[in-house]
């Protein structure tokens, strides 16, 4: 079965440093997805991607964040000059509305890469 | 404020026992609804997800959770509880308008004993 598969699955940086975290989304996918999960928190949405552009940002997703799909099968999170509250589990997500009849997608996550920023 | 409540952080049950992991929505309209299971060290897996028609749906591994609108409530079960049932569970809601985004409860830690 088709799975989101991120890399590094753990990345440690130092504070101030820029680090791009990456995913290869399911291949018939459409939309890609960014989510955060601190320590002991709940997952939070960050950005949604479709069609080489932006569709949807959070309040989180900042001009400290970019995204991009540099090629047919990456979609990479840049994280520029990271903070200490930037730690976190970061999970990439990808689906395709019209494979569940165009009424609903369902978001399937990769394992995550967790950050960590000292 | 949209928001999901999952309002307990663990749950434990006998191996052999039902079980149900509670989670209630705060949205308007009419949103699609989602459960989802972490195992340790690995990602979000799909459970099930309730778009529209029976309230009850029927998801991977045995598990159903039922819809109740007028209660806002969205509880996962299933009938028999297994020990390798023990995980992080996560109720998400997809608003219905104007968004693909999904918001989801703290999450609860179910622990099923043998």
């Known amino acids: 079965e088709p799975e989101v598969t991120q890399t590094p699955s753990h990345q440690v940086t130092q504070m101030g440093q820029e680090v791009i975290l990456r995913c290869v989304p399911i291949s018939n996918h459409l939309y890609f997805y960014w989510y955060r999960q601190i320590l002991g928190q709940k997952v939070e949405f960050l950005v949604s991607?479709?069609?080489?552009?932006?569709?949807?940002k959070s309040e989180i997703f900042d001009d400290q964040f970019s995204v991009e799909r540099p090629d047919g099968s990456n979609f990479t999170l840049k994280i520029r000059s990271t903070k200490l509250e930037d730690s976190a589990m970061y999970f990439c997500?990808?689906?395709?509305?019209?494979?569940?009849?165009?009424?609903?997608?369902?978001?399937?996550f990769g394992p995550g890469t967790r950050l960590t920023v000292l | 404020a949209q928001s999901v409540a999952q309002p307990e952080d663990q749950v434990n049950v006998a191996e052999g026992n039902p079980l149900t992991v509670k989670c209630t929505y705060s949205v308007s309209g009419n949103p699609y609804l989602f459960w989802y299971v972490q195992y340790p060290n690995r990602g979000l897996q799909f459970l099930l997800k309730?778009?529209?028609?029976?309230?009850l749906v029927k998801g991977s591994y045995g598990f159903e959770a039922e819809f109740n609108k007028s209660q806002t409530s969205f509880h996962l079960k299933k009938p028999s509880a297994l020990v390798s049932d023990s995980a992080l569970y996560f109720c998400?809601?997809?608003?219905?308008?104007?968004?693909?985004?999904?918001?989801f409860g703290t999450g609860t830690r179910l622990k099923v004993l043998a």
């Open positions: 991607f479709y069609n080489n552009e932006i569709s949807e």
């Open positions: 309730y778009i529209t028609g029976d309230n």
């Open positions: 997500a990808s689906s395709n509305p019209a494979l569940s009849g165009g009424r609903t997608d369902t978001q399937y």
């Open positions: 998400a809601v997809r608003p219905f308008s104007g968004t693909y985004k999904y918001i």
